[in-house]
């Protein structure tokens, strides 16, 4: 029997992401490439969160309904992606992200990094309190990245940015590392991640 720790094999991704887009979810729930990067904020978080209440953001229902063989099933599977990037970030293991490190648009004309890092910051922005109460400049500044991908707000200097595309790919590519660098921020707070760009605290939430 696999342990509730193991990655999603790709069968099974593909079978959580046709849920999470199917007529069976509400529409505002999470697709698998938002809720990855969701749970990857969850598992960094420095707060936790019951699953209770995290599965109602994932899900955009209350409460969340285990009424179905299949319902239990995906709901297995999004408990196990998450005890899995947990695993990952407790034994200091790369993160891979389901998507490309770019803000460039796929053939799709879609940013799926963007769609990520959206599902990142909507469990930052449930959570903005405990995340900026201690060491506020380090956490934002290591968000930076996270914040320039979501596209969330208005603010000139990340638009600013954005219209450097070999920056802005730069910041991109360092998301994996940041993804350590703020767990071990929250945990060991004498150790700060080595960064060389500054950031600024999340205005508010929005959603794609």
């Known amino acids: 029997m696999s342990s509730t720790r ?21 529409e505002e729930a999470l697709d698998y ?16 969160m019951s699953e209770h209440d995290w599965l109602e953001q994932v899900m955009a229902e209350k409460p969340v309904l285990e009424d179905s063989a299949e319902r239990h099933e995906m709901l297995n599977l999004i408990r196990q992606e998450f005890a899995f990037l947990q695993e990952c970030l407790e034994s ?10 770019t803000l460039e648009l796929d053939q799709e004309d879609d940013c799926l990094l963007e769609y990520w890092a959206q599902g990142f910051m909507e469990l930052i922005f449930s959570q903005e309190d405990v995340w900026f109460s201690e060491q506020e400049e380090d956490v934002a500044e290591c968000l930076l990245p ?29 998301i994996p ?14 150790d700060k991640p080595k960064s060389g760009y500054s950031g600024k605290k999340a205005s508010g939430p929005s959603k794609h």
Request: charged share 30%.
């Open 92 to 101: 200091d293991q790369d993160i891979d992200l389901p998507c490309d490190l």
């Open 6 to 26: 193991d990655p999603l094999t790709d069968s099974q991704i593909d079978q959580l992401d046709a849920y999470l887009l199917s007529d069976k979810v509400q």
């Open 177 to 190: 590392e940041l993804l350590q660098d703020l767990y071990l921020l929250f945990r060991v707070p004498t």
């Open 33 to 48: 490439i938002a809720l990855h990067g969701y749970l990857c904020a969850l598992a960094i978080s420095p707060a936790p």
């Open 146 to 174: 996270f914040m320039l991908a979501a596209k969330l707000d208005e603010d000139e200097e990340l638009e600013e940015l954005r219209r450097q595309p070999e920056f802005c790919q730069q910041l991109c590519e360092q």
